[in-house]
């Protein structure tokens, strides 16, 4: 059974730091791509970033790379968010997701890169993040 479980969220105060996990139960790493996505309320689904456990290959959304940064521990079967500097702006709910490809789906929208949801075929039921001004 495929399963995503997301653990690691919580309130932290702006400027600090939290890092994210994702446990990926039940996959052939080398064979999916995995991203991380985030929802704050009343908003849509925003991309953060996506790795390919194979080789590392690691994308991210172009305003949020600076901050966030995606990691893997493939003995673990684990996938990594750390939050860097964070903002009350990165306050939401954050979702691992999974693609079984081996590149993570984006487009470019002038020219940023834009990590696209729809085309992720697991979800995990998420973590919340709030950080406090």
């Known amino acids: 059974q495929l399963q995503l479980l997301e653990s690691g969220g919580g309130l932290v105060q702006s400027g600090g730091s939290l890092r994210l996990s994702c446990v990926a139960s039940?996959?052939?790493?080398?064979?999916?791509?995995f991203g991380w996505f985030r929802q704050a309320p009343g908003q849509g689904r925003e991309g953060v970033s996506c790795?390919?456990?194979?080789?590392?290959?690691?994308y991210y959304e172009t305003s949020l790379k600076d901050r966030f940064t995606i990691s893997n521990d493939n003995a673990k079967k684990t996938i990594y968010l750390d939050i860097n500097n964070a903002k009350p702006e990165d306050t939401a709910t954050y979702f691992c997701a999974a693609l079984r490809d081996t590149t993570c789906p984006s487009t470019v929208v002038n020219g940023r890169i834009v990590l696209n949801d729809r085309e992720m075929e697991n979800w995990g039921e998420g973590t919340q993040v709030t950080v406090s001004s």
């Open positions: 039940g996959f052939a790493l080398d064979q999916y791509v």
């Open positions: 790795l390919r456990p194979s080789d590392g290959r690691t």
